[in-house]
């Protein structure tokens, strides 16, 4: 079986499209090497949306902003993952808005981080002339 939105191949027992996430209503024919089979999207269908998982922010932000919380985000992200494997949509859309959540704040938890950091060598920097001088 394919998914009539994007070709994936998919099993028989799977409900939902492993690549773009819309649901397996009917069987597509296998498509030939020259012909993609798709639908046009569903003006008013919720699923018709790409679901991000976040991983590479997820990574960053652990690196280089907070790791604690870029490993929730990794998480997170790692649980959007597995949702959209087994077709749950809801579920990983909203691990994914939890995945971008924590991802922000690891990223601004860095930048204040760097922003003291950077204070603290100025005023020494600083420090440093003003004893050199008196």
């Not at 997820?58 to 959007?80: D, E, H, N, P």
């Not at 995945?99 to 860095?110: D, E, L, N, Q, T």
Request: with cysteine; aromatic share 8%.
């Amino acid at each position: 079986m394919y998914c009539s939105k994007c070709g994936n191949q998919a099993q028989q027992t799977d409900l939902w499209c492993t690549r773009c996430g819309s649901r397996l209503e009917e069987t597509v024919p296998e498509p030939n090497q020259n012909r993609k089979v798709y639908n046009a999207p569903a003006a008013d269908s919720h699923s018709e949306k790409r679901i991000k998982d976040y991983f590479g922010r997820s990574i960053v932000s652990a690196l280089f902003g907070s790791i604690s919380l870029g490993a929730a985000a990794v998480i997170f992200s790692g649980m959007t993952r597995t949702e959209l494997a087994v077709g749950d949509i809801s579920r990983a859309g909203a691990y994914s808005e939890k995945a971008k959540a924590f991802c922000a704040m690891s990223f601004a938890v860095g930048i204040v981080k760097a922003l003291c950091v950077a204070a603290i060598l100025l005023s020494t920097a600083t420090l440093s002339v003003i004893q050199t001088f008196f």
